[in-house]
Nanobody, 116 residues
Framework: QVQLVESGGGLAQPGGSLRLSCAASGFTFSNYGMTWARRAPGKGLEWVSGIWADGSDTYYEDSVKGRFTISRDNAKNTVYLQMNSLKPEDTAVYYC?????????WGKGTLVTVSS
């Protein structure tokens, strides 16, 4: 079965960095694009970034462009989100997602808190 497990969240100061990881299993990882999304406290789900199956193209929500970088290691079945220059408004639970056979699968998320 498809499983996605996020890790790497925690507390960061404004201007700091964190690197999130999402370990995938249950499908041929290298054949599928991957997505990161987030849910801030009291707000709806927001798409953050996406990457093609072969990593050749990436996409970012405007508020994270130039600060976040998505990447993947198909040998390790893992997608990453490097987050730099963090802001308090980046505080959220971050989820990775894959659409497999027409169904969206989500991990349980990892909490990122940006605060001094």
């Amino acid at each position: 079965q498809v499983q996605l497990v996020e890790s790497g969240g925690g507390l960061a100061q404004p201007g700091g960095s964190l690197r999130l990881s999402c370990a995938a299993s249950g499908f041929t990882f290298s054949n599928y694009g991957m997505t990161w999304a987030r849910r801030a406290p009291g707000k709806g789900l927001e798409w953050v970034s996406g990457i093609w199956a072969d990593g050749s193209d990436t996409y970012y929500e405007d508020s994270v462009k130039g600060r976040f970088t998505i990447s993947r290691d198909n040998a390790k079945n893992t997608v990453y989100l490097q987050m730099n220059s963090l802001k308090p408004e980046d505080t959220a639970v971050y989820y990775c997602k894959v659409r497999f056979n027409g169904v969206d699968y989500w991990g349980k998320g990892t909490l990122v808190t940006v605060s001094s």
